[in-house]
């Protein structure tokens, strides 16, 4: 007897911790009814009557792979895709036109920094040479 007491126990808590990893590594969309921490709670305390009931209302059935369901959506090659930047011809353009605008950029500051060390040296040359 003490056998299948323990067997059910064990039935019982491997129901549970089935439940909880269920619960707690489904995604969003796929938990029904309620929220995910109510649904924890549900199964903690109320086992195992918790755990079938998140195992049958709680979570969303998976579909069969290679089975069509209403409102599934597009097929595959018809489905609106957005353009990747780096497969926008124009995302390109801009992107090298900015660049090409930075680069210049820093050559004239390049060239101003240049100039500008330029005529502090000649300051200070003739302040070290009065005589030139």
Known sequence: MTRIWLFLFLAEI??????LISCLSAEE????????????????????????????????QQPRPGTWRPGAGFPEAERPRQVAPDDDPEFLRRLAREQKKTADDDRELLSKWEMDLRRREEELRRREDPEA
């Not at 491997?14 to 439940?19: E, R, Y």
């Not at 796929?30 to 903690?44: N, P, T």
């Open 14 to 19: 491997a129901l549970t911790v089935a439940a």
């Open 29 to 60: 969309g796929q938990i029904r009814a309620l929220s995910r921490g109510i649904w924890v709670i549900i199964i903690l305390l109320f086992s195992p009557v918790g755990a079938i009931a998140w195992f049958v209302a709680g979570r969303e």
